[in-house]
């Protein structure tokens, strides 16, 4: 079992229970934040995040965060009834929403930041079962096992095997141009076997970085891979895909228990991570192009997906997502309308934020591990040669000593 040892970062976690840090979170207030162009969600004093990743001791540094939380969609008991899947008939992926969820999947603050896809696929001889995307298969659903919050729920993708086709769920994010990431879930998956979760980045097949739960395997078994998984000649490139099954098939590693899943997109070496213990590490064909998150769910009766039964379903739960990331280019990606034709997809807005969001440096190192909120990064440390220890106004007390600033791979 690989071990974590993180000089730096078990210091920084170290510090608040020493009193070394003001480490209070952030009130800011959230509540219209998808709605406006804040890469530092919920944390706007901090002008860079640190984790630890992998078997390095050094850190690694973004300048970005982001947090979608689905836990507290509603205002009342009950309030979410699950959508009839599409029928035979409905093959075209033209249907929106349903009007329970059309105030949060419709609103301006989701639409800005994420894009339900509705493209499909036709048969072929590897893959033959047609598959359509449809919004009808993304909604919320009210989550009774949730006791921390009062009227919990959280985002359902689904996918349903009909008779001439097999009714498929994606959405991506619209921030395409993310450059080294780390991007989280806390997520589980159930129903029937023959589908496929996804969890990836994505520029193109041969930049993806994926965490896939086949439906078809026991429930402790992960897939991590780097794209491209097959050479160009068709054969499986074993090198891509580190397959991880996990100690025991109870809750702690089932993915039809709620977990929290990881990708640690990184320049040279992509690192997984499940609950945080380090499941696996690849530096084969790292992705190198400014890329998006997907996450979709979806099934085409090939042997890698299976072959999912007629009438039968299998959904993809999602708690939230964070992304903690570096970007390069605009906001739609590297090649927006290339992408749109490959994927469908509608043209993205190019929004480039302006340069002093991403503030002079990285004076104000905030964590987003180990903090008392998931989503809420806390501040860690004021950086040597920053503002002179002044945060907001407020000074901070320098928390960590000079000898781990020092220890800090941070140019
Ligand atoms: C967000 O909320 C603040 C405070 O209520 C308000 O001033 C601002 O206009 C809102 N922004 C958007 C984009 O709705
Ligand atoms: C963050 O900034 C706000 C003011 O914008 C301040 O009230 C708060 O104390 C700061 N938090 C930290 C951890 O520095
Ligand atoms: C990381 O730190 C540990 C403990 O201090 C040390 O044994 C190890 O060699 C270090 N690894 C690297 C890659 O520097
Ligand atoms: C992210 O960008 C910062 C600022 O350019 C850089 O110092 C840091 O190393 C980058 N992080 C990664 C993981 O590439
Ligand atoms: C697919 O979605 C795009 C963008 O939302 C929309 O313009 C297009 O009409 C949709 N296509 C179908 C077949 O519904
Ligand atoms: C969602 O928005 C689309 C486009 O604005 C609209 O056509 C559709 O009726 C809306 N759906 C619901 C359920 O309100
Ligand atoms: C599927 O096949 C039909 C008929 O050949 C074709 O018109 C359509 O464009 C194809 N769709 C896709 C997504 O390839
Ligand atoms: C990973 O598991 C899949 C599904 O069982 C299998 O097709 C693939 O060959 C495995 N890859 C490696 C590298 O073990
Ligand atoms: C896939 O499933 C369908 C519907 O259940 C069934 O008719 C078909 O024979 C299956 N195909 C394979 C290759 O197992």
């Keep these: ?21 003001d480490d209070s979170s952030d009130s800011d207030s959230s509540s219209n934040s998808t709605a406006t162009p804040n ?3 919920n944390s706007n004093n901090c002008s860079c995040y ?3 990743s992998g078997s390095s001791n050094s850190s690694e540094f973004f300048s970005y965060h ?21 029928s035979d008939d409905e093959d075209q992926g033209t249907e929106g929403v349903v009007a329970d969820d059309a105030g949060y999947l419709n609103s301006t603050g989701f639409m800005d930041d994420w ?8 048969a072929s001889a590897d893959f033959p079962v047609r598959m359509v995307n449809t919004a009808r298969n993304i909604y919320i659903s009210d989550d009774t096992g ?4 009062e009227y919990p729920t959280y985002l359902t993708m689904r996918t349903v095997r009909l008779a001439d086709f097999s009714s498929a769920s994606e959405m991506q994010n619209n921030q395409q141009n993310m450059m080294h990431a780390s991007v989280r879930m806390r997520a589980r998956v159930v129903g029937a076997s023959g589908a496929v979760a996804g969890f990836f980045t994505y520029y193109d097949d041969d930049n993806e970085a994926d965490i896939e739960i086949l439906t078809q395997y026991p429930s402790n078994q992960y897939e991590y891979t780097n794209q491209p998984s097959v050479s160009k000649d068709g054969n499986e490139i074993t090198a891509a895909t580190v397959n991880v099954t996990m100690p025991s098939s109870d809750a702690a590693d089932d993915w039809t228990q709620w977990h929290d899943h990881r990708i640690d997109w990184l320049p040279h070496r992509c690192n997984w991570y499940l609950d945080g213990r380090l499941v696996a590490s690849n530096s084969y064909s790292v992705p190198r192009k400014p890329s998006g998150l997907v ?7 090939g042997s890698w997906s299976g072959n999912m039964t007629e009438g039968d379903a299998a959904e ?9 990331f570096n970007t390069s280019g605009p906001r739609g990606g590297p090649d927006a309308e290339t992408k749109k034709m490959r994927r469908s997809a509608r043209l993205l807005e190019e929004r480039e934020w302006p340069e002093e969001q991403l503030g002079p440096g990285c004076e104000t190192v905030c964590r987003v591990d180990g903090v008392k909120a998931v989503g809420y990064p806390e501040v860690a440390y004021v950086s040597m040669g920053g503002a002179a220890g002044l945060v907001a106004g407020h000074a901070v007390v320098w928390c960590v000593v000079a000898a781990v600033g020092a220890l800090l791979a941070w140019s």
């Design 50 to 52: 640190a984790i630890g």
């Design 1 to 21: 079992m690989l071990t974590l040892s993180l000089v730096p970062l078990s210091l920084l976690a170290l510090a608040p229970r020493l009193g070394l840090c």
């Design 146 to 149: 949730n006791t921390d919050i």
């Design 316 to 324: 993809f739960h999602v708690q939230w997502v964070q992304m903690v």
């Design 66 to 86: 982001r947090f979608y939380d689905f836990r507290s969609l509603a205002t009342s008991a009950d309030q979410f009834t699950t959508p009839d899947p599409v």
């Design 115 to 122: 894009e339900i896809q509705n493209w499909s696929t036709n």
């Design 295 to 301: 996450l979709n769910m979806w099934s085409n009766g």
């Design 39 to 41: 890469l530092k969600q």
